[in-house]
């Protein structure tokens, strides 16, 4: 793990990213006290996302937002 000021991260963002692409994690500092850590992004597991959308269609499969209660409320208000 390096560690940066914001100045020099800056400057050198491009190489940062090669660091990080490489392996390394990397602390930038705002007057020597870490502000935020540059680090690869984990993989998109597209089977995961797959089973969500799944299981979110299977639970609204037969659901309907408001129903019949919507309507009453709506009417409920009128004269």
Do not use: C, N, Q, Y
Not at 19 to 36: C, F, L, S, W, Y
Not at 50 to 76: H, P, Q, T, V, Y
């Amino acid at each position: 793990m390096i560690t940066v000021d914001v100045e020099e991260a800056r400057a050198t963002f491009k190489a940062l990213l090669d660091r990080v692409e490489a392996g390394d994690d990397v602390t930038i500092t705002r007057h020597g006290k870490p502000v935020a850590r540059l680090v690869a992004a984990a993989p998109v597991e597209r089977g995961r996302v797959d089973d969500a959308i799944a299981r979110l269609k299977e639970l609204r499969r037969g659901s309907r937002l408001g129903g019949d209660g919507g309507k009453m409320l709506r009417d409920s208000g009128r004269r």
